[in-house]
């Protein structure tokens, strides 16, 4: 089961420029899952319980940042047992990070290794 990763969410929020808005909820079903986690450079208190949900194991959970240019991004953020162990979140995270800042990079399993 694909589940929230919380501790991934408040990492990109913080590390995000220039954001407005951001959101959680299952990818392919946003318009019924999808809450406010920050908004006007605040923590909704509540989100976590607002959500309801804390995984999936058919969906995505994701995070979509809007920023002050209007621009919209939407990351996957989870974690999930595999026969891969942590190397799925590793990526998750890798890419969430590199995606926030909107840098263009690659991933690669050398990359993977040395993130901690």
């Known amino acids: 089961m694909k589940k929230f ?3 991934l969410v408040e990492k990109i929020i913080a590390e995000a420029e220039n954001l407005v808005y951001a959101s959680v909820g299952m990818k392919d079903d ?3 899952t999808a809450v406010t986690v920050w908004e006007n450079g605040k923590y909704e208190p ?3 319980q607002d959500l309801g949900l804390d995984g999936s194991n058919i969906d ?3 995070i ?3 920023y002050s240019d209007q ?3 939407i990351l996957p953020c989870f974690t ?3 026969i891969f162990g942590n190397l799925a979140k590793k990526a998750t995270k890798q890419l969430a ?3 926030a800042r909107n840098l263009p990079y690659q991933i690669s399993i050398n990359n993977l290794r040395n993130i901690k």
Request: glycine share 0%; aromatic share 20%; charged share 30%.
């Open 5 to 7: 990763d919380f501790e």
């Open 30 to 32: 946003w318009f019924f």
């Open 46 to 48: 509540n989100f976590r």
């Open 60 to 62: 995505t959970p994701s």
């Open 64 to 66: 979509k940042l809007i």
């Open 71 to 73: 621009s919209e991004v």
């Open 80 to 82: 999930e047992p595999s």
């Open 97 to 99: 990070k590199v995606s």
